[in-house]
């Protein structure tokens, strides 16, 4: 008999002042997919529509994608008060700090 | 010379209005402007990239009939006092002021520095975007940016009341930490608040129009909105008042 799949959801938050600034990011993930991301806080982002690619973009992708998803963005994008670098990082802190639902 | 224009209105025609000289601008059909400007009624604006939830105090708000939008704009949530603050907003062709960002906030803001001369208090720039008096934060500012054009608009603190300010803004706790100071009320400051005495709105126009003068190194004639800002500004308006616009993040 097949055992099915266990899914798990997991709901996870990352907040971190860097640069004087806050960066949040807010993660929905079902077995290591990302189903939803929201990237917010008081930093500031050139130009401010890429945030929805950068969000669109990481959904439905696997959290081990990320470094290389947000590394494409180096050169079109410029981020004040936190650095691409940052957003990969602060990711990962909320995969690593997840809770299960 | 640029066109100065000299507004007051609510929050979302004032934030409508902004977005439409940007837009025009970058189709170079208005020219370089500085707006100033006062939110009546009093209300609140948050950044581009910011929670509803994580900006302000949702519940104080409407229970104070305090209204509130969204920017175009990145940065923090921003209190505007309809007798204690103006706003002013640049905007001009990218290649008039800096194609570098960090260096056109730095001179933009020494308008506003310029400005806090002209009442004899010293106040320093602290990047990326802020203004303060002996280490309080008296100004903070926001810049967007289209192809040719950029708008960056802030604050200038005047009288503000820092208890319904600190009462509506939602700041982190690791951003008071880091400052060194418990509350909102203990790390921003105002004009009057620095010179013990009462400054008045006319003083403060006065001294924003002479200090962005010398930082921008041009002289103002004070104009009129086109047709075609206006139109648009009331299109905009709209996007401005919904939901699916303010809490889209």
Redesign the interface.
């Given at each position: 008999m097949d055992i099915p799949e266990v899914m798990f959801m997991k709901v996870c938050t990352s907040?971190k002042?860097v640069?004087?600034?806050?960066v949040?990011v807010d993660l929905e993930i079902l077995n290591d997919t990302i189903l939803k991301i929201?990237?917010?806080?008081?930093?500031?982002?050139?130009?401010?529509e890429a945030?929805h690619e950068i969000e669109s973009r990481l959904t439905g992708r696997k959290v081990s994608e990320v470094a290389n998803i947000l590394n494409e963005f180096r050169g079109s994008v410029?981020v004040?008060?936190a650095s691409i670098d940052d957003l990969i990082s602060i990711v990962t802190d909320a995969y690593t700090s997840c809770s299960q639902e | 010379m640029w066109r100065l224009i000299i507004d007051e209105g609510d929050v979302y025609w004032n934030m409508a209005m902004d977005e439409a000289m940007l837009l025009l601008r970058d189709s170079n059909v208005i020219p370089n402007t500085l707006r100033l400007y006062v939110f009546n009624p009093s209300a609140v604006t948050i950044?581009?990239?910011?929670?509803v939830e994580?900006?302000v105090n949702l519940e104080f708000l409407r229970s104070s009939n305090i209204g509130f939008t969204r920017r175009?704009?990145?940065?923090?949530?921003v209190y505007h006092d309809v007798n204690g603050e103006v706003t002013y907003s640049v905007v001009a062709s990218i290649n008039d002021i800096s194609t570098n960002?960090?260096d056109s906030y730095r001179i933009i803001c020494s308008g506003i520095i310029y400005a806090i001369k002209e009442f004899g208090l010293n106040a320093d720039f602290i990047?990326?975007?802020d203004v303060v008096i002996r280490g309080r934060k008296v100004s903070g500012s926001?810049?967007?940016?289209k192809k040719n054009t950029l708008l960056q608009h802030g604050t200038l603190m005047y009288n503000t009341d820092l208890i319904t300010l600190s009462k509506s803004l939602r700041a982190?706790k690791?951003?008071l930490l880091?400052h060194k100071v418990t509350s909102i009320l203990e790390r921003v400051t105002t004009i009057s608040r620095e010179l013990g005495r009462t400054v008045s709105r006319d003083e403060v126009i006065r001294a924003l129009i002479k200090g962005f003068n010398k930082a921008l190194n041009t002289d103002f004639y004070q104009g009129h909105y086109t047709r075609e800002e206006l139109e648009l500004a009331s299109k905009l308006t709209e996007k401005y008042r919904s939901v699916e616009w303010i809490f889209q993040?």
């Open positions: 907040i002042r640069g004087g600034k806050t949040k929201v990237i917010s806080g008081d930093f500031f982002l050139y130009p401010e945030i410029e004040l008060g | 950044g581009y990239f910011q929670r994580d900006a175009v704009s990145g940065g923090g949530s960002i960090m990047p990326i975007n926001a810049q967007s940016r982190p690791e951003k880091e993040r």
